[in-house]
């Protein structure tokens, strides 16, 4: 299973439409996908990570049939690739409010080859502590693990996103829904980045899953974002790291690996709760 993992910059460009980011995004996907069976995008790229005050005007509704501004190019470049695409996440915009009044949250939107919806994922741990996400999205309340179609049906995958990383026990809970690898998009920063791979590694060692983690690269809002985008194995073992500028990480990994990993070491087996 070839997967590449597209470590997007803000960059230069961080005035720039949606529209246009995601014309520019649809360029890479163009260019990268063949070959690949899963290609995967960072979280609220096409909004900004932390551009908090632009994230009700950049949000995308999911409802109908016609996808949003940010992801319809995407559906157009994928097509024909061959590749399933994990578009990263989008400011969504609901037009129900959720239980705490809200209309946006971070959702997740996966494409088939075709750039048909094949998962979506609301981001259940919002990062801000009070402001940012918490005060204006709602949280996610479904764990999702989900057989992607092929060509990446190879794994069962677990998704989510950015600070859901500081949480092992979502990730405990989605191996207990039969999860063998972890994709992750994110807007990390930088002055935070060692901890982000530190707990790619300790979650992917603890769960005996690969975990695919895209990272974003450039700066917005102010804030550098840490970049270190990576595919790490059942073992912990870092099969390809990113730097901290904008870059494409292409990985073959071996799906064989988990279950052999978890049949030679077997230490979910030992658990006590
Ligand atoms: N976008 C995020 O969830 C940022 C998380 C973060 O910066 C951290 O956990 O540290």
Known sequence: MRIAVVQLSYGEGADESVAERAARVADLVREHAPGHDLVVLPEL?????????EWEER??????????????PLR?????TGAVLHTGSVVERTAAPGPEGRHLRNTSV??????????????????GFGGGEPRLMEAGGDLVVTDLPAPADALTVGLSTCYDLRFPELYRAQVDLGAQMFVVPAAWPAPRVEAWRLLLRARAIEDQCFVVACNTAGEHAGIRMGGFSAVI????TVLAEAGTGQEVLSVEIDPGQVDRARTDFPVLGDRRL
């Open 45 to 53: 790229w096409s909004a900004g990570g932390f551009a908090v005050s």
């Open 59 to 72: 949000s995308q509704s999911l409802e109908g049939p016609d996808l949003p501004e940010a992801l319809a």
């Open 76 to 80: 157009e470049a994928v097509r024909g």
């Open 110 to 127: 996966v494409l088939d080859p075709e750039g048909e919806v094949v998962a979506t994922y609301p981001k259940i741990h919002r990062f």
């Open 233 to 236: 194995d059942p073992w912990g």
